[in-house]
């Protein structure tokens, strides 16, 4: 019923950057907040940044500066920018949306960043 749909990720040197993008569609139009995590080979999920439906923002310590979440609640869409992208960024990335303290998940995307 609820589905989360990433885009935007890909292959790019360090340095470069990528905007992913995550729609949501369904019964649900107003996610209490909404994120992204990724997961790289042999590691744990981790968050990277997420969304209040107010504004407010938390990002992981290795991505301040460089990445920026953003969301538009009319179209309950999420976006990261990612900036400097370095080869540890590489990893799949996933988008989530939280209603209820439920929460949603996308099949995730792929960020390669090559040195």
């Known amino acids: 019923q609820v589905q989360l749909v990433e885009s935007g990720g890909g292959l790019v040197q360090a340095g470069g950057s990528l905007r992913l993008s995550c729609a949501a569609s369904?019964?649900?139009?107003?996610?209490?907040?909404m994120g992204w995590y990724r997961q790289a080979p042999g590691k744990q999920r981790e968050l990277v940044a997420r969304?209040?439906?107010?504004?407010?923002?938390n990002y992981a310590d290795s991505v301040k500066g460089r990445f920026t979440i953003s969301r538009d609640n009319a179209k309950n869409t999420v976006y990261l920018q990612m900036n400097s992208l370095k080869p540890e960024d590489t990893a799949v990335y996933y988008c989530?949306?939280?209603?209820?303290?439920?929460?949603?998940w996308g099949q995730g995307t792929q960020v390669t960043v090559s040195s």
């Open positions: 369904g019964s649900i139009f107003s996610f209490t907040t």
């Open positions: 989530n949306a939280v209603y209820r303290s439920y929460g949603y």
């Open positions: 969304i209040i439906s107010g504004g407010s923002t």
